[in-house]
């Protein structure tokens, strides 16, 4: 049962493009979750989606930043016209519908923008 | 309010205890977490506890919650090298289906 699956590992994009990120939750899990952690800092919670439903997306910056969980596939977190301060490193993570044993993280993204 | 807080270092001689302190101020959590991520790496949960615990104990990791002073601890007995690491506390209202609040991390340093 492989894990949470992020890709790609390492993102480099210029500014003003476009930066996809991906996730692929646990088999089983149909609750996805994006953090951001900037350098040095702990992990800010950015949205909360279901099977192609956006729960809570209250972390999310409101211009720039976009997140879907489709039926099939992976959830994906797009930036748009990215900029410096957007360098960070982007978890996803997911659980199960019920539970309480906390969230399995994936290794995360690493976008650096140039 | 939401807000968790953590020392941001601490260094411990190898096969001493570590003890990892954090401070939460929403009294309506449900659940506390301990995460620890390594360099490069993701977040690895470590162990977590319900509210209406006051400890739970897993091998050489020991939590103790003091709920009325909303402080929170990790205790590693008999440190080891492998146990550098960054070590995050988060709280969740209702479980693992909630948006966690992460504090910033604890940086600890296991020397010989």
């Known amino acids: 049962n492989a894990g949470v699956m992020q890709n790609p590992r390492h993102l480099v994009r210029r500014r003003g493009q476009e930066a996809r990120l991906r996730c692929s939750p646990m088999k089983g899990h149909s609750h996805v979750y994006w953090y951001r952690q900037l350098p040095e800092e702990g992990l800010k919670f950015m949205v909360y989606l279901q099977k192609e439903n956006i729960i809570d997306e209250s972390g999310m910056p409101k211009e720039r930043f976009s997140a879907e969980f489709p039926k099939e596939g992976p959830s994906i977190l797009r930036i748009q016209q990215v900029v410096r301060g957007d360098s960070a490193a982007y978890f996803c993570?997911?659980?199960?519908?019920?539970?309480?044993?906390?969230?399995?993280f994936g290794s995360g993204t690493r976008l650096t923008v140039v | 309010g939401e807000d968790v807080e953590q020392s941001l270092f601490l260094s411990v001689r190898e096969g001493d205890s570590s003890v990892i302190n954090c401070t939460y101020t929403?009294?309506?959590?449900?659940?506390l977490y301990w995460y620890k991520q390594e360099p490069g790496a993701g977040l690895q949960l470590l162990t977590y506890?319900?509210?209406?615990?006051d400890m739970k104990q897993d091998q050489r990791l020991t939590v103790l919650l003091n709920k009325k002073d909303k402080h929170l601890s990790l205790r590693i007995a008999d440190t080891q090298t492998g146990d550098s690491a960054i070590y995050f506390c988060?709280?969740?209202?209702?479980?693992?289906?909630?948006?966690?609040?992460f504090g910033a991390g604890t940086r600890l340093a296991v020397h010989p």
């Open positions: 993570a997911s659980s199960p519908p019920v539970g309480s044993d906390g969230y399995t």
């Open positions: 929403d009294s309506s959590s449900t659940y």
């Open positions: 506890i319900f509210s209406n615990m």
């Open positions: 988060a709280e969740s209202k209702s479980g693992g289906y909630n948006k966690l609040i």
